[in-house]
């Protein structure tokens, strides 16, 4: 990819400010805004039709063809191949789910399932993970650091292990899920635990990084979104390259989303697409920093002018008042969302819509999610809790075709689902509300005449 095809753009329509690919920034040097992967597409080889991509699966003995994210590298070409990361992430799975479809209070057939739990480190960040250490070999980086909750974390150490890279990875104390946390350990992270919460890691991170020279792969970094843009495709290529009507998301760090509405935009820029999906990002109750942002103060992206002192005094109302997030979908457990100002323009380019849920909703759905056959950690359960709130205010129409984006595998967050069925939730994460689907484990004594009855008992 030669500098005039790719370069980095800042998003704010008042600056606009353009960088070389080649620059490791997280922010515009100028304004302080994010910055995005932009192309110029009349010099990028696209092809005529998306189907072009599936064929890419005949050759799936190409490192690259067999990657769910570089199978699609047309459309994320900032870099040559011989700098490209792959583990084979996005082998991931669309399910039609008929089963879950009457608790979601859809029509059978319309609901569908993006189950990113599939991917090397059993979360979607690996598809930014894939893209992001692709920018790092190109550019020579030797040490890569995030903050995290727990999933990126988690994809970082495994990628940074393959790659041969030296990681730091930033969690706040007491806040990461186990299941989580072991596999960054494992991957030989230095792990740090910074007593605060994903925020304050937030902060510390960017600090480090400018100190110590690391290269940051949190979602400010745009060459990471860029690789979270597949998801999309692959859900296409599920459909038989149809669009669906609604693609339904957790609502955490805002990556995911504004990968999602950047997509589609390309894609309907393209002319790959006719239309785009409306999507909806769902927050928890906890952490539903979006919700307020957009549906009491209003906020838009208003054509790239948005309001940024509006973000700030909402950032500073959150010091004042010391509020903190707090819900049992660690995942999505953040109060100062860094990708706010990409999913109001995703938000823009998709007619999208916002809602929080409660934890008893989100592990409710869990729950079901389970019961229907595919099983997935709390956070990614947000989606089909918002999904149902949406169809029972009249918002989806039982009747559209769903995505509910599944981020991450069940046994990320074994704590909550043994919590729930038990009601033994670990001190501080107790949930209210009733447990609807619990499955109780039943204690019988080493007698088969007890245990046959229970086998028989009515559930």
Not at 197 to 223: H, I, Q, W
Not at 244 to 262: E, I, M, R, T
Not at 266 to 272: A, D, P, S
Not at 297 to 309: E, M, S
């Amino acid at each position: 990819m030669t500098p005039e095809k790719c370069y980095q753009q800042c998003i704010h329509a008042d600056c606009r400010a353009t960088f070389g690919v080649d620059q490791v920034l997280v922010a515009c040097p100028r304004c302080g805004d994010l910055l995005d992967v932009v192309y110029d597409w009349s010099k990028v080889a696209v092809p005529a039709k998306l189907a072009v991509f599936a064929a890419r699966w005949a050759s799936r003995d190409n490192p690259l063809d067999f990657s769910g994210v570089w199978r699609f590298r047309e459309l994320l070409d900032f870099c040559d191949d011989r700098h490209r990361v792959t583990l084979g992430e996005g082998q991931t799975l669309l399910q039609r789910n008929d089963r879950l479809a009457p608790y979601v209070g859809v029509k059978p057939g319309g609901l569908y399932l993006q189950y990113e739990g599939l991917n090397p480190s059993g979360s979607f960040k690996d598809n930014g993970m894939a893209a992001a250490f692709s920018h790092a070999r190109m550019v020579g980086a030797t040490r890569v650091a995030c903050a995290s909750t727990g999933n990126t974390s988690a994809s970082l150490a495994l990628y940074a292990a393959h790659c041969g890279t030296r990681a730091v990875v930033f969690v706040g104390s007491g806040r990461i899920a186990f299941g989580k946390l072991a596999q960054a350990l494992e991957y030989g992270a230095r792990t740090l635990q910074i007593a605060g919460d994903f925020d304050a890691c937030m902060r510390r991170v960017k600090e480090a990084t400018a100190r110590c020279g690391l290269y940051l792969v949190n979602s400010v970094n745009p060459f990471r979104l860029e690789g979270q843009k597949t998801i999309m495709y692959r859900v296409l290529e599920g459909l038989g390259w149809q669009v669906p009507d609604w693609v339904v998301a957790p609502g955490g760090n805002l990556g995911n989303s504004s990968a999602f509405g950047k997509a589609f935009a390309e894609l309907k820029e393209l002319g790959l697409i006719d239309r785009v999906p409306r999507l909806a990002v769902i927050n928890a109750t906890g952490a539903d920093t979006l919700d307020r942002l957009v549906n009491e103060k209003k906020l838009t992206w208003n054509g790239g002018h948005y309001d940024r002192q509006a973000i700030a005094d909402d950032w500073a109302w959150q010091d004042a008042t010391g509020r903190r997030p707090h819900t049992i979908a660690s995942a999505i457990e953040i109060a100062r969302p860094v990708n706010a100002a990409k999913c109001l323009r995703a938000l823009a380019v998709c007619d999208g819509v916002v809602r929080s849920v409660s934890d008893a909703d989100i592990l409710n759905a869990r729950a079901q999610v389970g019961r229907c056959g595919l099983g997935c950690e709390p956070a990614s359960a947000a989606s089909v809790a918002g999904a149902k709130l949406l169809v029972a205010q009249g918002v989806i129409d039982p009747a559209a075709r769903v995505v509910c984006v599944l981020t991450g595998h069940p046994l990320k967050d074994p704590d909550a689902a043994v919590g729930y069925h038990t009601g033994q939730y670990p001190k501080g994460k107790e949930v209210p509300g009733e447990r609807l689907y619990a499955n109780m484990p039943i204690p019988v004594a080493d007698d088969i005449d007890a245990i046959c009855a229970a086998v028989e008992r009515e559930a």
